[in-house]
Nanobody, 121 residues
């Protein structure tokens, strides 16, 4: 069973940056696709970024050129570097793990607890 712990959220002003981290259980990490979704109150969980087991990255249009997803297999950790943050980026961000990259949350069986990102105007 994959276990994920995500962290790094906080309160920043518009234009600021945050780096989210997701620490995964050791054995399945290197062969898992990793993803970040985000969810605002009253909204569906929305795809933000993903990285395949081979390191290929995917981004939602809303975050492309501002967010960067990366993974460090030696540390069993995936990161989401978020730059040029906007108030509309405010959400709870969730790390997920699955067998391949998909953009629907039902494609991932394991999730972190979520970390709050708040961007003030």
């Amino acid at each position: 069973q994959v276990q994920l712990v995500d962290s790094g959220g906080g309160l920043v002003h518009a234009g600021g940056s945050l780096r989210l981290s997701c620490a995964a259980s050791a054995r399945p990490f290197s062969t898992s696709a990793m993803v970040w979704f985000r969810q605002s109150p009253g909204e569906d969980r929305e795809f933000a970024a993903a990285i395949s087991s081979r390191g290929v990255t995917y981004y939602a249009d809303s975050v492309k050129d501002r967010f960067t997803i990366s993974r460090d297999n030696a540390k069993n950790t995936v990161y989401l570097q978020m730059n040029s943050l906007r108030p509309e980026d405010t959400a709870v961000y969730y790390c997920g793990a699955g067998g391949r990259v998909v953009t629907a949350p039902r494609g991932y069986d394991y999730w972190g607890q979520g970390t709050q990102v708040t961007v003030s105007s």
